[in-house]
């Protein structure tokens, strides 16, 4: 998303939002439960990273936002609910959420 904010000489102007897709990732062919998606920077400094969950497979698929490619698959037991990228002493982790266990994934 591109956000365009113009002269801040009038304060009753509105800024303008232009959206157009950059890139589209395919996380299922059904989504029939609500998934937290998360857009993150990666990790190793080298650009943005896409994760979703994936009802279908039962798994969270990470994507490199730039190229669109699939990167991993992680699986889980049930369809994942939450995905959250985090940081403890400098190290690096992404937490996967379904309605019965927590995965923790450790970025190497």
Do not use: H
Not at 2 to 20: I, K
Not at 31 to 51: H, I, Q, Y
Request: aromatic share 6%; charged share 20%; hydrophobic share 35%.
């Amino acid at each position: 998303m591109e956000l365009t904010v113009g002269p801040l000489q009038d304060p009753s102007q509105q800024p303008s939002c232009s959206c157009s897709p950059v890139q589209t990732f395919s996380a299922g062919s059904s989504c029939k439960l609500l998934t937290k998606n998360t857009v993150f920077r990666n990790p190793d400094g080298r650009g943005m990273l896409v994760c979703a969950g994936d009802e279908a497979s039962n798994s969270t698929m990470v994507w490199d936002a730039g190229s669109g490619s699939l990167l991993q698959r992680l699986p889980a037991d049930l369809p994942v609910l939450d995905i959250s990228p985090f940081s403890v002493n400098g190290e690096n982790f992404l937490a996967s959420l379904t309605e019965k266990m927590l995965k923790l994934y450790k970025w190497e």
